[in-house]
């Protein structure tokens, strides 16, 4: 009958209109419109993706500014202090021990050693006992130039006693002329032990009775056969 024909078109139409409202959500022109719910959360996703990535680079910036700066610091300090190398010494040309034994600054049983030996070089001990027990070191080295030294004098009583004095010239090139040894008051030279090497000793001089008692001067010119000899051996005795 009529009335359901009419149902049935009604119902047709709806779903018609259903079928045809899907169909719109999913056609091209559709899709391109903002009102397109499909595109609203297309859209949504993608800007989340996007803020992501931006947070991402922006760490990843950080982290590596941090790591360059790092890397950038200034280098600690060395752990090390620089020092200048020391100066040549001025040469020394004359050594004098005037200090009695038992005084501050006296020479006495130290060991005296010159660093640098000048030319026409000489050592003094003429305070009492200024000398006595030390041991006195005068080197000329490998490449020295120096050929003379004037001498050694011992002008107190004591002054030199129980002393060790060495006289080495290490220049085998060339012999040092020492010019003399002088021992003037009682006991300067007493026990005293002169060692000369590379050395050629002019005058030795005991100016007293006992200047020079139980002294001895030894050549190591040669090391394998050292030559010693009572100091009054050779010396000129200044009493006869």
């Given at each position: 009958?009529?009335?359901?024909?009419?149902?049935f078109l009604s119902q047709q139409?709806?779903?018609?209109?259903?079928?045809?409202?899907?169909?719109?959500?999913?056609?091209?022109?559709?899709?391109?419109?903002?009102?397109?719910?499909?595109?609203?959360?297309?859209?949504?996703?993608?800007?989340?993706?996007?803020?992501?990535?931006?947070?991402?680079?922006?760490?990843?910036?950080?982290?590596?500014?941090?790591?360059?700066?790092?890397?950038?610091?200034?280098?600690?300090?060395?752990?090390?202090?620089?020092?200048?190398?020391?100066?040549?010494?001025?040469?020394?040309?004359?050594?004098?021990?005037a200090i009695a034994a038992g005084?501050?600054?006296?020479?006495?049983?130290?060991?005296?050693?010159?660093?640098?030996?000048?030319?026409?070089?000489?050592?003094?001990?003429?305070?009492?006992?200024?000398?006595?027990?030390?041991?006195l070191n005068i080197f000329y080295?490998?490449?020295?130039?120096?050929?003379?030294?004037?001498?050694?004098?011992?002008?107190?009583?004591?002054?030199?006693?129980?002393?060790?004095?060495?006289?080495?010239?290490?220049?085998?090139?060339?012999?040092?002329?020492?010019?003399?040894?002088?021992?003037?008051?009682?006991?300067?030279?007493?026990?005293?032990?002169?060692?000369?090497?590379?050395?050629?000793?002019?005058?030795?001089?005991?100016?007293?009775?006992?200047?020079?008692?139980?002294?001895?001067?030894?050549?190591?010119?040669?090391?394998?056969?050292?030559?010693?000899?009572?100091?009054?051996?050779?010396?000129?005795?200044?009493?006869?």
């Amino acid at each position: 009958d009529n009335r359901t024909v009419a149902s049935f078109l009604s119902q047709q139409k709806k779903n018609f209109t259903t079928h045809s409202s899907n169909f719109l959500l999913f056609h091209p022109r559709f899709l391109e419109t903002n009102s397109n719910p499909f595109k609203k959360k297309k859209s949504i996703i993608i800007m989340k993706m996007i803020a992501s990535l931006v947070g991402f680079f922006a760490m990843y910036e950080t982290s590596a500014n941090r790591l360059l700066l790092q890397t950038q610091q200034t280098p600690t300090t060395p752990a090390y202090t620089y020092v200048p190398p020391a100066l040549p010494a001025t040469p020394m040309t004359e050594l004098v021990c005037a200090i009695a034994a038992g005084q501050p600054g006296s020479c006495a049983g130290t060991v005296v050693q010159p660093q640098t030996i000048g030319f026409r070089f000489k050592a003094i001990c003429d305070g009492v006992a200024s000398c006595a027990g030390a041991t006195l070191n005068i080197f000329y080295p490998e490449n020295g130039a120096l050929w003379e030294m004037e001498g050694l004098w011992f002008g107190a009583p004591n002054a030199g006693a129980d002393a060790v004095v060495n006289v080495g010239n290490y220049n085998p090139t060339l012999r040092i002329d020492l010019g003399m040894i002088e021992c003037s008051e009682v006991g300067s030279c007493f026990n005293t032990k002169f060692n000369l090497m590379g050395v050629d000793l002019g005058d030795f001089l005991c100016g007293v009775p006992g200047a020079c008692d139980g002294c001895t001067i030894t050549d190591w010119s040669d090391p394998a056969n050292p030559l010693t000899q009572d100091c009054t051996a050779i010396a000129k005795l200044a009493w006869l």
